[in-house]
């Protein structure tokens, strides 16, 4: 395996996201290589040393990495939303990301209706069952090290408070998942 990207995709995914000291003259060509130096550096090197067990791919833990990255505020929680994304993908649940929806569309949208969920894509994991076609945004370390270590939690659901704290309730059913949405609806309605 090799962290480079499949024939005909995007480099969305391999562009690491951090602070680079470059010169004022340096041209998109070296700004570009620098963020993939970084990544290869940060998240190849990475998936190198620390294969995981369940024989994922390189591609997989990336696109894995790009929905924590974009699901999850807080850092505590990137590896248990990790882990919940890979108890749905071993129960054979579709991923239901709602940032992956967010991407299908191709536009800002603050956030995920039901008529937003027919969007006929590949990124929309509400249609399609398993990770979707490719990253929808570029992973930072953490992020990376949380799909390809992700916590050994119970859930398979999860929804935000809404309260500021960027936090999320985890759920094991579907009942307990239910009554954490109706909680988050409530908030929206205050």
């Known amino acids: 395996a090799t962290a480079s990207r499949p024939p005909g995709a995007s480099l969305e995914g391999y562009l690491f996201p951090d602070t680079y000291l470059l010169s004022k003259s340096a041209g ?8 993939l130096t970084a990544f290869k550096e940060r998240c190849w090197t990475e998936y190198a040393n620390h294969p995981p067990a369940d024989g994922r791919t390189f591609y997989q ?21 990790a882990g919940v994304y890979m108890n749905r993908l071993k129960n054979g649940m579709k991923l239901q990301c709602d940032a992956s929806v967010l991407y299908a ?3 800002r949208l603050t956030r995920v209706l039901y008529r ?3 969007i006929d894509s ?15 945004c570029n992973p930072g ?8 270590q992700p916590a050994e939690v119970p859930y398979l659901y999860y929804v935000a408070k809404n309260d500021g704290s960027g936090t999320h309730i985890f759920s094991r059913t579907a009942a307990e998942h239910n009554t954490a949405r ?3 609806l409530e908030t929206l309605r205050q």
């Not at 699901?71 to 929680?77: G, I, M, R």
């Open 28 to 35: 998109a060509d070296n700004i570009i290589k620098a963020m």
């Open 61 to 81: 833990v990336l696109i894995l990495a790009s929905l924590v990255e974009a699901e999850a505020k807080t850092p505590s929680e990137r590896p248990i939303i």
């Open 105 to 107: 569309h191709r536009r």
């Open 116 to 118: 937003d969920l027919e």
């Open 122 to 136: 590949p990124y929309n994991t509400y249609k399609y069952p398993g990770l979707p076609a490719g990253p929808i």
């Open 141 to 148: 370390a953490d992020p990376f090290k949380a799909a390809l």
């Open 182 to 184: 109706q909680q988050y």
